[in-house]
């Protein structure tokens, strides 16, 4: 694969502007002889992105959109917004936000001869958040969020013979992944600490089972 991102920051009175473009590329140089004969696949995605930043007194506001063309999957839009309060003494953040996404399926995923499905669609997706920060201490805080995300036509991997578990990669329709996280980090001049705990319910939509290999 071949990457190559250009990006650059301007500020603009109290608006902070950042831009990007990017490329990505893959081309499959080589053939399997468990599968299919992949040589000469190739695949290109460009993307082009703006985010503006600004704060006003304890609030903050960044918002912008992306833009992605695929070579294969076409052109989608995936704007996302945030905000956030700071409180006075800079002891308590606030924040929400939300936003749509877009993922293509990878060459593995399309390809790979143990699951590889070349009959895929992307991925769209909806994300919201919202969480609180306490600073405990100059150097410790406390997080704790909640988390919403809605997605089209999921990539999963579906078991279809339980003793050798061979299977293939498939669309969920609709998925959704909601969950909490809570969190303690710490830091200094020497030391960097995390600890993280996530309880989440991965479902499928349409069957309300549970999406395997998703911990709850």
């Given at each position: 694969?071949?990457?190559?991102?250009?990006?650059?920051?301007?500020s603009l009175g109290a608006h902070a502007l950042t831009g990007?473009?990017?490329?990505?590329?893959?081309?499959?140089?080589?053939?399997?002889?468990?599968?299919?004969?992949?040589?000469?696949?190739?695949?290109?995605?460009?993307?082009?992105?703006?985010?503006?930043?600004?704060?006003?007194?304890?609030?903050?506001?960044?918002?912008?959109?992306?833009?992605?063309?695929?070579?294969?999957?076409g052109d989608h839009w995936s704007p996302r917004a945030t905000?956030?309060?700071?409180?006075?003494?800079?002891?308590?953040?606030?924040?929400?936000?939300?936003?749509?996404?877009?993922?293509?399926?990878?060459?593995?995923?399309?390809?790979?001869?143990?699951?590889?499905?070349?009959?895929?669609?992307?991925?769209?997706?909806?994300?919201?958040?919202?969480?609180?920060?306490?600073?405990?201490?100059?150097?410790?805080?406390?997080?704790?969020?909640?988390?919403?995300?809605?997605?089209?036509?999921?990539?999963?991997?579906?078991?279809?013979?339980?003793?050798?578990?061979?299977g293939t990669n498939q669309n969920v329709a609709e998925a959704?992944?909601?969950?909490?996280?809570?969190?303690?980090?710490?830091?200094?001049?020497?030391?960097?600490?995390?600890?993280?705990?996530?309880?989440?319910?991965?479902?499928?939509?349409?069957?309300?089972?549970?999406?395997?290999?998703?911990?709850?």
């Amino acid at each position: 694969s071949r990457d190559a991102v250009v990006a650059d920051i301007a500020s603009l009175g109290a608006h902070a502007l950042t831009g990007f473009v990017s490329c990505e590329r893959w081309k499959v140089d080589d053939a399997s002889n468990f599968g299919p004969n992949l040589e000469g696949q190739r695949t290109t995605l460009w993307g082009v992105g703006a985010q503006d930043t600004v704060t006003f007194g304890a609030f903050t506001v960044t918002a912008g959109p992306r833009f992605d063309s695929h070579s294969t999957y076409g052109d989608h839009w995936s704007p996302r917004a945030t905000v956030s309060w700071l409180s006075s003494d800079a002891l308590w953040k606030v924040r929400a936000s939300g936003g749509a996404g877009f993922r293509a399926p990878t060459i593995g995923e399309l390809y790979y001869p143990f699951g590889g499905n070349p009959d895929l669609k992307p991925e769209r997706s909806r994300n919201y958040e919202a969480g609180i920060r306490h600073a405990l201490t100059a150097h410790q805080s406390l997080e704790l969020s909640a988390f919403q995300n809605e997605i089209d036509d999921l990539i999963d991997y579906v078991v279809t013979d339980f003793e050798t578990f061979a299977g293939t990669n498939q669309n969920v329709a609709e998925a959704r992944i909601r969950g909490v996280e809570a969190a303690w980090r710490y830091g200094d001049e020497r030391w960097q600490a995390h600890v993280e705990a996530i309880y989440q319910q991965p479902r499928d939509l349409a069957t309300d089972a549970v999406l395997l290999r998703r911990a709850e």
